[in-house]
């Protein structure tokens, strides 16, 4: 493979590797769903060369001083069994070269996050599948929010009902509470000031913690924790990790 040559697609591939074994263990806890999220944040001198990118499988976002490209893919099982999910999830990943050579490039940065879960909330299907992305159609250049959740929103269809009444383009297909997240996380990260941010978020009642890749947060993951759900950070050598559980960043953190 031409790309093993590259040694910043062979860093991200060893980071690819212990998430994966991370979220191996996870599966302990639930497994009848996987998703990834991925968003890679570049200058546009470091894109103006590339071309025909497939944009039905990369979002690809621009604005004025950067590109975004994001790539969410899910895969859920009624009936799962250890591993299953990643490796669908994996096999579909390494399919798609034009994000394997958007990865090859140089860029500012790049976050991802992987999401396991027994269903509670919603049917076992891809709509309902982690990350949760707060709009139905992703039209070119409009900022959009995904975001995974544990736990429980206990008024998430009061804060569903309250934005679909000033937006047509709300995620209708998703059922679970995690639409009320991303939906609050897409409003909030819009706003600069700390009180309005505040007030949206303590809008959300429950026990969860979540996370949420935004293009309104670039190249970031925004992490929020209410109640008793489990949410830990641990960091390496250069980059930061977090998980439900501890032994979710047993893999690669130091402390």
């Known amino acids: 493979n031409k790309y093993l040559k590259n040694d910043h697609y062979i860093i991200f591939l060893k980071v690819l590797n212990s998430l994966i074994n991370s979220i191996n263990y996870l599966e302990m806890r639930g497994r009848d769903s996987l998703g990834l999220c991925i968003q890679i944040k570049f200058t546009k001198d470091q894109l103006k060369n590339v071309k025909n990118i497939n944009r039905r499988k990369i979002n690809i976002s621009q604005y004025n001083d950067?590109?975004?490209?994001?790539?969410?893919?899910?895969?859920?099982?009624?009936?799962?069994?250890?591993?299953?999910?990643?490796?669908?999830i994996l096999n579909e990943?390494?399919?798609?070269?034009?994000?394997?050579?958007?990865?090859?490039?140089?860029?500012?940065?790049?976050?991802?996050?992987?999401?396991?879960?027994?269903a509670s909330v919603g049917k076992i299907n891809s709509n309902n599948t982690h990350p949760i992305a707060d709009?139905?159609?992703?039209?070119?250049?409009?900022?959009?929010?995904?975001?995974?959740?544990?736990?429980?929103?206990?008024?998430?269809?009061?804060?569903?009902?309250?934005?679909k009444k000033n937006n047509h383009n709300i995620n209708n297909k998703c059922q679970t509470d995690s639409l009320a997240i991303s939906l609050v996380m897409g409003k909030t990260l819009n706003h600069k000031n700390f009180k309005i941010r505040n007030k949206l978020i303590n809008s959300l009642e429950g026990s969860y913690c979540s996370c949420t890749i935004s293009d309104l947060n670039p190249g970031s993951i925004t992490l929020v924790k209410n109640g008793q759900q489990g949410l830990y950070v641990g960091n390496s050598v250069d980059r930061y990790y977090f998980s439900s559980d501890l032994y979710g960043l047993v893999e690669e953190s130091e402390r």
């Open 135 to 163: 709009k139905l159609k992703i039209n070119n250049n409009e900022l959009i929010t995904f975001s995974a959740t544990n736990g429980d929103v206990y008024n998430y269809k009061e804060i569903i009902d309250k934005f």
């Open 93 to 118: 990943f390494f399919d798609n070269t034009d994000f394997i050579k958007l990865l090859n490039l140089q860029y500012l940065n790049i976050a991802l996050f992987f999401h396991t879960r027994w």
């Open 66 to 88: 950067y590109i975004l490209c994001t790539l969410v893919l899910k895969s859920s099982n009624p009936i799962g069994i250890l591993r299953q999910n990643s490796v669908e």
